[in-house]
């Protein structure tokens, strides 16, 4: 695979994500399910001032996605543009990864309180959320786990250009 595939796979999640939190703070509720306090999340001044900076963060993930490939960015130095790609990676893949365990363990049956003892009315807001809540969220984490993986791609990539010797001139 071409070693600018992953950075640009990554800005691009970075940039959907960007968009849906926007798009969630101005009033918008696909992809969050159609339980009971969906419609009036955005009139809580705690979610607008989480989905702008969560935006804000979505758009330096982009940036930091388009350095790891090399192409623009130079003067980020080298720390930041690590602390920042390690930091998405982590985060995205601890978001992920755990909630699509949860997710499958709770629909299964084998651990119906999760991994916090949390009834389905204190995770969902109601005792029987619909099909499309309940998928909307396995979506959302599925969303999470490939953005950790992408980043973490791209970081591979940017460590191994950077021990690949340049070939002489």
Do not use: K
């Amino acid at each position: 695979m071409r070693s600018s595939f992953f950075p640009r796979a990554a800005c691009t999640w970075s940039l959907i994500f960007a968009t849906f939190h926007v798009y969630w703070a101005l009033g918008g509720s696909f992809g969050l399910g159609d339980g009971p306090n969906v419609g009036t999340m955005h009139e809580n001044p705690a979610f607008l001032a989480y989905d702008l900076v969560v935006a804000v963060m979505c758009l330096t993930g982009a940036a930091v996605a388009v350095a790891l490939a090399g192409a623009r960015f130079t003067w980020i130095p080298r720390w930041v543009l690590l602390s920042g790609a390690w930091t998405a990676t982590v985060l995205l893949t601890l978001r992920g990864v755990p909630g699509l365990v949860e997710g499958i363990m709770t629909q299964t049956g084998v651990l119906p309180n999760g991994f916090f003892g949390m009834s389905t009315t204190q995770v969902y807001g109601e005792p029987n959320p619909s099909a499309y809540t309940i998928w909307t969220m396995r979506v959302i984490d599925v969303y999470f786990a490939l953005g950790g993986f992408l980043f973490a791609a791209a970081l591979r990539g940017y460590y191994r250009r950077r021990a690949t010797p340049a070939a002489p001139a």
